[in-house]
């Protein structure tokens, strides 16, 4: 059961610089096709669980699998590293890393597939199916209630939201760990 501290976790991940590596292919297609977690390495677009390769995990999604018990991660010498040491680690190296790990938990914890969404301009692409179902419908922004943001970059990510036929949304969070407010926006023409 996720989340259950006492069970034992259904898969194994080697921690290489911002990623982790599940090396063992018959665990990373169960992974994979647990919620499309992580890329299968030499695969760029996968046609389900149907791969013979490694599967690479952001260190968003580890942290997140490691939380629900789900993935244990150990380092190049092979030490097991704890939820918390790992969740350090990728505070340390990822920018906002704890205000993206809100909106990505958040989202996750809400039943949506959660991708990045880097090659868009925006912290994740979501898919409401999952990627190869469908298109993903949604580009989230995540953003700090204390941040301001200038209409001209309101602008630029709804048109570019709405030339690759996806809702912008911009999400916002008070605090690691607060509630996530969400704000939708639908291009249109006067």
């Not at 006492?6 to 647990?34: C, K, M, N, Q, W």
């Not at 299968?40 to 669980?49: N, Q, Y």
């Not at 602008?155 to 949304?169: D, E, I, P």
């Amino acid at each position: 059961m996720p989340g259950d501290a006492s069970a034992e976790p259904r898969f194994h991940g080697t921690l290489i610089g911002i990623r982790v590596v599940v090396f063992d292919h018959e665990e990373a297609r169960r992974l994979y096709a647990l919620g499309f977690y992580g890329k299968p390495l030499g695969v760029p677009k996968p046609r389900g669980a149907d791969f013979d390769a490694p599967l690479e995990l952001g260190l968003v999604e580890a942290v997140y699998l490691a939380e629900k018990g789900l993935l244990v991660v150990e380092d190049m010498e092979g030490r097991r590293l704890g939820v918390e040491e790992l969740r350090r680690y990728a505070a340390s190296v990822l920018e906002d890393f704890e205000l993206v790990y809100t909106v990505y938990r958040d989202l996750r914890d809400k039943g949506y597939v959660v991708r990045s969404g880097l090659k868009f301009g925006a912290a994740f692409a979501v898919y409401e199916k999952g990627p190869g179902l469908e298109h993903a419908p949604y580009l989230v922004h995540v953003v700090p209630y204390s941040e301001r943001i200038e209409p001209l970059e309101i602008v630029r990510a709804g048109r570019l939201s709405h030339s690759v036929r996806k809702y912008f949304v911009i999400a916002l969070v008070e605090a690691p760990g607060s509630e996530v407010k969400y704000m939708a926006f639908e291009w249109s023409k006067l």
